[in-house]
């Protein structure tokens, strides 16, 4: 159900990592935001987590748990706490959480990562990632949360590969899908940015070209992200003078990914709801 679709162990360095670092810090980046794939797998992790909170900048992890058990990790993380750890959660069962991200274990090593970083007083919070496989054991999840007494959101609506490709939409579990929020507006490339694996900044996690090499231009190629969002979030292709535009549920990249990967329109356009309601 990954929006990243095949993932690649690739990318930049430690020094690599600390030139990027380094450019966002001297950007004024303030909160940081470190996810994957897995980013506790990286052996550069340490490092690079430890220079980050040098610089100054407020922490979140987005991970699965499954290097939480790992002593060496979790003490890092007690050492200096991030401002907040988001973990996935894919299952409540054994049987259920290994089936989802086959892997077998899986749910053991994060039920005893989890169980440690509530002990730790770690800032967690959940998300239910809710699939055809785990649908029925929602409730369960659900109370998992609250027994722990930790904030939990639930993920059921997957969207495309920001290859545009379908791969995670038959995951869904058509019961669980909830209309999206109309969209109103987006300061992506304008207050915040992301930043891949190369150190290629983009105004988003789904809008990543055209994009902005951070390690050979520096703070200053930043400056262009803002014209890069302007002309992302032009209404285009099937979305040119559209009426209901106004009341959008996705951007205009989410739309792009949705459009290109062929989905049915009940899954991103307010036109599939209305043949759907019909």
Not at 73 to 82: I, Y
Not at 256 to 269: R, W
């Amino acid at each position: 159900m990954c929006y990243l679709g095949t993932k690649r162990f690739e990318g930049l360095g430690m020094a690599g990592k600390r030139r990027l670092l380094e450019v966002m810090a001297e950007a004024g980046v303030i909160w940081l935001q470190i996810t994957g794939g897995e980013p506790l797998i990286d052996p550069a992790f340490p490092e690079a987590y430890r220079y980050a909170h040098e610089l100054g900048m407020q922490l979140e992890l987005l991970s699965n748990g499954s290097r939480l058990h790992k002593a060496s990790v979790l003490d890092l993380l007690v050492e200096l706490p991030p401002s907040k750890i988001s973990l996935s959660v894919y299952g409540a069962t054994a049987a259920t959480y290994d089936t989802v991200t086959r892997n077998r274990g899986a749910f053991d090593r994060f039920a005893e990562g989890l169980d440690r970083a509530v002990r730790a007083a770690l800032n967690i919070d959940l998300s239910l990632i809710i699939t055809r496989q785990n649908a029925h054991e929602a409730d369960a999840m659900r109370a998992w949360a609250k027994r722990l007494r930790l904030p939990f959101r639930e993920y059921a609506n997957m969207s495309p590969t920001i290859h545009g490709t379908a791969e995670p939409l038959p995951s869904q579990s058509p019961e669980h899908l909830t209309h999206r929020a109309p969209f109103t507006g987006c300061p992506a490339g304008v207050t915040f940015f992301h930043a891949d694996p190369f150190g290629r900044a983009s105004i988003c996690k789904v809008g990543r070209e055209p994009n902005v090499d951070l390690i050979t231009e520096g703070v200053e190629g930043l400056a262009r992200l803002g014209g890069i969002a302007a002309d992302l979030m032009l209404r285009t292709g099937g979305c040119t003078g559209c009426q209901l535009s106004g009341t959008c549920r996705v951007c205009r990249p989410m739309a792009k990914v949705f459009q290109e990967a062929k989905a049915p329109l009940s899954h991103y356009c307010q036109h599939g709801m209305q043949e759907v309601a019909r």
